[in-house]
Protein backbone atom coordinates (compact mmCIF):
# COMPACT_ATOMS: atom_id res chain seq x y z
CA UNK A 1 0.00 0.00 0.00
CA UNK A 2 1.35 3.76 -1.15
CA UNK A 3 2.03 6.08 2.14
CA UNK A 4 -0.78 8.21 0.34
CA UNK A 5 -3.36 5.26 0.77
CA UNK A 6 -1.96 4.63 4.05
CA UNK A 7 -2.93 8.77 5.61
CA UNK A 8 -6.00 8.31 3.86
CA UNK A 9 -7.31 5.30 5.50
CA UNK A 10 -5.91 7.26 8.88
CA UNK A 11 -7.39 10.04 8.59
CA UNK A 12 -10.67 8.24 7.08
CA UNK A 13 -10.56 5.68 10.70
CA UNK A 14 -10.44 8.76 12.69
CA UNK A 15 -13.57 10.36 10.64
CA UNK A 16 -11.70 13.01 8.88
CA UNK A 17 -11.83 13.48 5.31
CA UNK A 18 -8.59 13.30 3.45
CA UNK A 19 -6.53 15.99 1.93
CA UNK A 20 -7.94 19.61 2.21
CA UNK A 21 -11.14 19.31 3.21
CA UNK A 22 -9.85 16.81 6.31
CA UNK A 23 -7.33 19.64 7.01
CA UNK A 24 -10.26 22.44 6.98
CA UNK A 25 -12.64 19.97 9.43
CA UNK A 26 -9.68 19.43 11.32
CA UNK A 27 -8.74 23.03 11.46
CA UNK A 28 -12.72 24.20 12.66
CA UNK A 29 -13.01 21.57 15.30
CA UNK A 30 -13.04 23.82 18.04
CA UNK A 31 -16.39 25.34 16.11
CA UNK A 32 -17.93 21.98 16.23
CA UNK A 33 -16.47 21.26 20.11
CA UNK A 34 -18.38 24.34 21.10
CA UNK A 35 -21.56 23.41 19.48
CA UNK A 36 -23.32 21.46 22.06
CA UNK A 37 -22.21 23.58 24.34
CA UNK A 38 -25.01 26.39 25.80
CA UNK A 39 -23.58 29.99 24.65
CA UNK A 40 -23.83 31.48 28.17
CA UNK A 41 -21.69 28.90 29.32
CA UNK A 42 -19.00 29.45 26.83
CA UNK A 43 -19.01 32.99 27.07
CA UNK A 44 -18.79 32.81 30.65
CA UNK A 45 -15.47 30.37 29.96
CA UNK A 46 -14.19 32.92 27.43
CA UNK A 47 -14.90 36.20 30.32
CA UNK A 48 -13.04 34.19 33.04
CA UNK A 49 -10.05 33.52 30.58
CA UNK A 50 -9.55 37.09 30.31
CA UNK A 51 -9.87 37.81 33.45
CA UNK A 52 -7.28 35.27 34.43
CA UNK A 53 -4.37 37.45 32.32
CA UNK A 54 -5.94 40.30 34.72
CA UNK A 55 -5.46 38.80 37.51
CA UNK A 56 -1.88 37.41 37.07
CA UNK A 57 -0.95 40.85 35.62
CA UNK A 58 -1.63 42.07 38.91
CA UNK A 59 -0.12 39.42 41.12
CA UNK A 60 3.06 39.59 39.03
CA UNK A 61 3.23 43.29 39.78
CA UNK A 62 2.42 43.02 42.77
CA UNK A 63 5.17 40.06 43.67
CA UNK A 64 7.66 42.15 41.10
CA UNK A 65 7.09 45.08 43.49
CA UNK A 66 7.34 43.36 46.38
CA UNK A 67 11.07 42.52 45.53
CA UNK A 68 12.66 44.63 43.81
CA UNK A 69 11.64 47.52 46.40
CA UNK A 70 14.81 48.56 48.62
CA UNK A 71 11.87 49.91 51.26
CA UNK A 72 11.22 47.25 53.79
CA UNK A 73 7.94 45.69 53.21
CA UNK A 74 4.93 45.43 55.72
CA UNK A 75 4.44 42.58 57.56
CA UNK A 76 1.44 41.26 56.91
CA UNK A 77 0.81 39.27 60.09
CA UNK A 78 1.32 42.30 61.65
CA UNK A 79 -0.89 45.11 59.58
CA UNK A 80 -3.81 42.80 59.33
CA UNK A 81 -3.82 41.35 63.26
CA UNK A 82 -6.86 41.66 65.60
CA UNK A 83 -6.64 42.58 68.93
CA UNK A 84 -8.72 40.02 71.30
CA UNK A 85 -8.32 40.92 75.19
CA UNK A 86 -5.56 42.93 74.40
CA UNK A 87 -3.40 40.61 72.47
CA UNK A 88 -2.94 40.98 68.98
CA UNK A 89 -4.05 38.26 66.58
CA UNK A 90 -2.51 37.13 63.08
CA UNK A 91 -4.64 37.08 60.36
CA UNK A 92 -8.03 36.29 62.21
CA UNK A 93 -10.12 38.73 59.53
CA UNK A 94 -8.07 37.42 56.94
CA UNK A 95 -8.92 33.85 57.76
CA UNK A 96 -12.23 34.15 58.96
CA UNK A 97 -13.11 35.33 55.23
CA UNK A 98 -10.98 33.33 53.88
CA UNK A 99 -13.40 30.44 55.46
CA UNK A 100 -16.51 32.12 54.60
CA UNK A 101 -15.27 32.09 50.69
CA UNK A 102 -14.34 28.42 50.51
CA UNK A 103 -17.76 27.81 52.67
CA UNK A 104 -19.64 29.70 49.96
CA UNK A 105 -18.48 27.70 47.08
CA UNK A 106 -19.81 24.26 49.08
CA UNK A 107 -23.15 26.11 49.13
CA UNK A 108 -22.76 26.89 45.48
CA UNK A 109 -21.84 23.19 44.45
CA UNK A 110 -25.05 22.18 46.10
CA UNK A 111 -27.21 25.40 44.18
CA UNK A 112 -26.00 23.75 40.89
CA UNK A 113 -26.63 20.10 42.57
CA UNK A 114 -30.31 20.64 42.96
CA UNK A 115 -30.66 22.85 40.06
CA UNK A 116 -29.89 19.72 37.88
CA UNK A 117 -32.46 18.07 39.67
CA UNK A 118 -35.25 21.09 39.30
CA UNK A 119 -35.41 21.43 42.67
CA UNK A 120 -36.34 25.19 43.06
CA UNK A 121 -36.48 25.70 46.26
CA UNK A 122 -33.74 24.20 47.63
CA UNK A 123 -31.69 25.88 44.77
CA UNK A 124 -33.12 29.29 45.29
CA UNK A 125 -32.21 28.43 49.42
CA UNK A 126 -28.53 27.80 48.63
CA UNK A 127 -28.40 30.27 46.09
CA UNK A 128 -29.37 33.10 48.63
CA UNK A 129 -26.79 31.47 50.96
CA UNK A 130 -24.23 31.89 48.89
CA UNK A 131 -25.39 35.38 48.03
CA UNK A 132 -24.93 36.13 52.27
CA UNK A 133 -21.60 34.82 52.61
CA UNK A 134 -20.21 36.71 49.65
CA UNK A 135 -22.06 39.70 51.49
CA UNK A 136 -20.45 39.16 54.66
CA UNK A 137 -17.05 38.47 52.94
CA UNK A 138 -17.26 42.06 51.38
CA UNK A 139 -18.43 43.37 54.77
CA UNK A 140 -15.41 41.60 56.54
CA UNK A 141 -13.25 43.52 53.56
CA UNK A 142 -14.50 46.86 54.26
CA UNK A 143 -13.94 46.52 57.48
CA UNK A 144 -10.31 45.44 56.75
CA UNK A 145 -9.80 48.84 54.63
CA UNK A 146 -11.00 50.62 57.10
CA UNK A 147 -9.14 49.80 60.11
CA UNK A 148 -6.07 49.87 56.91
CA UNK A 149 -7.12 53.36 56.48
CA UNK A 150 -8.15 54.96 59.55
CA UNK A 151 -6.28 52.91 62.05
CA UNK A 152 -2.90 52.34 60.16
CA UNK A 153 -2.92 55.68 57.56
CA UNK A 154 -1.97 53.32 54.75
CA UNK A 155 -3.08 55.11 51.18
CA UNK A 156 -2.64 54.05 47.69
CA UNK A 157 -0.25 56.92 47.33
CA UNK A 158 1.43 55.81 50.41
CA UNK A 159 2.09 53.90 53.35
CA UNK A 160 3.81 55.35 56.82
CA UNK A 161 4.90 51.97 58.00
CA UNK A 162 7.30 51.11 55.50
CA UNK A 163 7.29 50.58 50.95
CA UNK A 164 4.82 52.62 49.49
CA UNK A 165 3.66 50.46 47.06
CA UNK A 166 2.16 48.50 49.91
CA UNK A 167 -1.14 50.95 49.70
CA UNK A 168 -1.18 50.86 45.98
CA UNK A 169 -0.98 46.77 45.41
CA UNK A 170 -3.54 45.99 48.11
CA UNK A 171 -6.17 48.49 47.50
CA UNK A 172 -5.53 47.30 44.09
CA UNK A 173 -5.47 43.56 44.03
CA UNK A 174 -8.48 43.45 47.33
CA UNK A 175 -10.29 45.79 45.46
CA UNK A 176 -10.83 44.45 42.22
CA UNK A 177 -11.25 41.12 43.53
CA UNK A 178 -14.30 42.89 45.91
CA UNK A 179 -15.83 44.32 43.28
CA UNK A 180 -16.26 40.62 41.20
CA UNK A 181 -17.76 39.39 44.48
CA UNK A 182 -20.11 42.79 44.88
CA UNK A 183 -21.34 42.09 41.50
CA UNK A 184 -21.33 38.20 42.19
CA UNK A 185 -23.51 38.82 44.76
CA UNK A 186 -26.18 41.03 43.07
CA UNK A 187 -26.69 38.42 40.05
CA UNK A 188 -27.03 35.61 42.66
CA UNK A 189 -30.12 37.50 44.35
CA UNK A 190 -31.48 38.00 41.18
CA UNK A 191 -31.54 34.57 39.52
CA UNK A 192 -32.25 32.75 42.87
CA UNK A 193 -35.05 35.03 42.51
CA UNK A 194 -35.94 33.76 38.78
CA UNK A 195 -35.69 30.61 40.09
CA UNK A 196 -38.23 30.61 43.29
CA UNK A 197 -40.45 32.13 41.18
CA UNK A 198 -40.19 29.40 38.89
CA UNK A 199 -39.08 31.24 35.70
CA UNK A 200 -37.27 28.72 34.61
CA UNK A 201 -39.56 26.14 34.84
CA UNK A 202 -42.48 27.86 32.84
CA UNK A 203 -40.02 29.50 30.66
CA UNK A 204 -41.03 33.17 31.25
CA UNK A 205 -39.47 35.61 29.09
CA UNK A 206 -37.50 38.21 31.20
CA UNK A 207 -34.14 39.15 31.72
CA UNK A 208 -31.47 35.64 32.67
CA UNK A 209 -34.65 33.83 31.40
CA UNK A 210 -33.07 30.69 29.45
CA UNK A 211 -35.29 27.93 28.00
CA UNK A 212 -38.19 26.17 29.79
CA UNK A 213 -37.03 23.76 32.08
CA UNK A 214 -33.32 24.40 32.04
CA UNK A 215 -31.71 25.53 35.17
CA UNK A 216 -28.04 25.89 33.15
CA UNK A 217 -28.15 30.16 34.45
CA UNK A 218 -27.29 28.33 37.64
CA UNK A 219 -24.07 26.28 36.52
CA UNK A 220 -22.81 29.35 34.48
CA UNK A 221 -23.15 31.55 37.60
CA UNK A 222 -21.54 28.52 39.44
CA UNK A 223 -18.62 29.14 37.17
CA UNK A 224 -18.40 32.75 38.04
CA UNK A 225 -18.43 31.79 41.77
CA UNK A 226 -16.05 29.17 41.91
CA UNK A 227 -13.53 31.64 40.12
CA UNK A 228 -14.01 34.16 42.29
CA UNK A 229 -13.00 31.82 45.48
CA UNK A 230 -10.50 30.26 43.44
CA UNK A 231 -8.51 34.11 42.79
CA UNK A 232 -8.67 34.44 46.48
CA UNK A 233 -6.76 31.71 47.51
CA UNK A 234 -3.73 33.42 45.56
CA UNK A 235 -4.31 36.57 46.81
CA UNK A 236 -4.44 35.29 50.17
CA UNK A 237 -1.04 33.04 49.58
CA UNK A 238 0.84 35.66 47.82
CA UNK A 239 -0.41 38.67 49.85
CA UNK A 240 -0.97 37.46 53.31
CA UNK A 241 1.29 34.62 53.84
CA UNK A 242 4.24 35.52 52.03
Not at 78 to 86: C, N, Q, R
Not at 131 to 141: H, I, P, T
Not at 167 to 192: K, N, P, Q
Amino acid sequence: MAPSDTTATEAQAVGLAPGLPGLAADWSSDQRAFKNVPWGKAMMWIFLLSDTFIFSCFLISYMTVRMSTTVPWPLPSEVFALSFGGEPIPLILIAIMTFILITSSGTMVLAVNYGYRMDKKKTAILLLVTAVLGASFVGMQAFEWTKLIVEEGVRPWGNPTGASQFGATFFMITGFHGFHVSVGVIFLVLVARKVWRGDYDTGKRGFFTSRKGNYEIVETMGLYWHFVDLVWVFIFAFFYLW
